[in-house]
């Protein structure tokens, strides 16, 4: 029955509608892939010598041990940002004599066998070689290295779990976060006390068994939730949700916008696909402490820029370079509706402004770096304000791939084209450019003016802009409607 399910598979995979499109986004994802997985294998071929090297005193299996626990919590988050779950049409399964235990046994089998679950092994596997070469117990390796494989299993099925449950992915920071802190002031060393754990697997083996029993438990509790709901009653009968409200009334003051800001404000929150925009303020705005404390940047000014654009321009590049896909599945409905499309474009418009400007406000701390580095993010602002914002909405004019709201953001290539990859010289690479050329010719301070002066003269040309752009989406618009129809 497996080796059914998997000629299935197979034949749903090659023969589906979407199977030939996107082979761009497909080749990418691939290279990714490889450029990981090459990168996993050489770091656990060298990181036996490279700690040795770094840490002459320490055991590098002790070192990579308190540290373990760091690694499996940022797995946790990678997963929940980044895994798809196994999904299988099971309503042709459900009238034929098939066992439903079998179908769960399946999905269940499927995920074990995904690319995150296969990562690791690049790591832990030759990294187990090089310790056993260099004359560690193998029993003591063997038994640590099947509790690291038990571990990558029951962190996927742990996904299962808490997939749709935002509070767990919030826990799951902040015990990242506790455990960092706590150990930089030196209150416990609660990495190191977790790694003195993984220690005793070392030393005696049979400790792995624990971990294979936490799987086991795993296994079960998600095989018994996906039983229960392999019905065809429980694919088909209605859920009754009681739905929380954000009180909105206050944009009602913004007149014939408001309703148009309320509803965006409604489909970034309410979507998994839209959400993801707000999750990446957070790392926009701690982009800088990537750059800025490292020495090695402290001379390349047109970093800050980069940093600027970007930290300002968070929710700005990332929900609006799919306007007006993320209408896509209403945007007939919504163009035979009885308004102006100025007004469709300008809510947008004005969502995107007040987010630069309020991501400018909450990143004014960097001043801590230089008053170098708030002048650019000041520049950069205005930059965005005036031209990229412009450009956003000018390249929405060219979407013509419908976006499902329901699927997570990573490693979703849906709606994406070539404008999405295009658009980036003038959003980033462009003002980089310009501002490295000029600090180099002239000097930082013309340098930055020349960005803010950019940015200012996009202000003002800023109705002529909005004209323009209005008129080539209505020009557009019976083209948009006929591309959003089709399905993916």
Not at 128 to 143: C, D, F, H, K, P
Not at 155 to 162: A, G, M, P, S, W
Not at 391 to 406: A, P, Q
Not at 411 to 425: C, K, L, M, S
Request: proline share 3%; glycine share 8%; charged share 15%.
């Amino acid at each position: 029955m497996i080796s059914h399910f998997l000629k299935l598979e197979w034949k749903q995979f090659f023969r589906s509608s979407s199977f030939s499109k996107s082979i761009g986004a497909k080749i990418l994802i691939g290279f990714f892939g490889l450029y990981f997985t090459v990168c996993f294998l050489l770091i656990g071929i060298g990181a036996y010598w490279i700690l040795k090297k770094q840490f002459p005193e320490q055991d590098p299996l002790v070192l990579v041990n308190s540290f373990l626990m760091y690694v499996i919590v940022a797995d946790l988050i990678f997963r929940y940002l980044m895994q798809k779950l196994p999904v299988m049409n099971i309503k042709p399964l459900l009238v034929l004599p098939i066992q439903k235990s079998k179908i769960v046994h399946f999905i269940l089998t499927k995920s074990s066998c995904s690319f995150f679950n296969i990562l690791g092994l690049f790591f832990y596997v030759p990294f187990s070689v090089v310790l056993i070469t260099q004359g560690y117990n193998l029993a003591g390796i063997l038994g640590w290295l099947a509790s690291m494989i038990l571990i990558i299993q029951s962190v996927n099925f742990f996904n299962f779990l808490v997939n749709k449950n935002n509070s767990v992915l919030v826990g799951l920071l902040l015990l990242l976060i506790f455990g960092y802190f706590i150990q930089y002031f030196n209150w416990f060393d609660l990495p190191g006390f977790i790694g003195k754990g993984f220690d005793a697997v070392y030393q005696s083996p049979i400790l792995s068994l624990l971990f294979l029993v936490m799987l086991i438990g795993l296994y079960m509790v998600n095989f018994k939730q996906l039983r229960n709901e392999v019905y065809l009653d429980a694919l088909i009968s209605e859920q009754t949700k009681e739905i929380n409200s954000a009180d909105l009334s206050f944009l009602e003051k913004l007149g014939d916008l408001g309703p148009f800001i309320k509803n965006d404000l409604r489909l970034i929150w309410r979507n998994k696909r839209t959400k993801s925009s707000v999750w990446m303020i957070a790392m926009g705005l701690l982009y800088g402490l990537f750059f800025y404390p490292n020495p090695m940047y402290a001379d390349m000014e047109f970093i800050y820029v980069l940093v600027g654009i970007f930290s300002t321009g968070t929710l700005l590049i990332n929900f609006g370079q799919f306007i007006p896909a993320w209408d896509s599945g209403y945007f007939n409905m919504l163009m035979s509706q009885n308004f102006k499309y100025e007004r469709y474009l300008k809510s947008k418009f004005t969502i995107m402004a007040i987010s630069v400007v309020a991501l400018f406000v909450l990143g004014i701390p960097y001043i801590y770096f230089g008053w170098k580095v708030l002048l650019v993010h000041f520049a950069a602002m205005i930059y965005n304000l005036g031209v990229n914002t412009h450009v956003i909405l000018l390249g929405g004019t060219f979407n013509r791939k419908r976006i499902n709201l329901d699927e997570k953001a990573a490693f979703n290539f849906q709606g994406t084209g070539a404008v999405q990859w295009i658009i980036g010289i003038p959003l980033m690479i462009l003002p980089m450019a310009i501002f490295g050329l000029i600090n180099w010719l002239i000097g930082f301070e013309i340098a930055t003016a020349t960005i803010a002066v950019m940015g200012f003269i996009g202000i003002a040309l800023h109705k002529k802009f909005m004209a323009a752009i209005t008129k080539k989406y209505i020009t557009n618009k019976y083209v948009m409607i006929h591309a959003f129809k089709q399905e993916n």
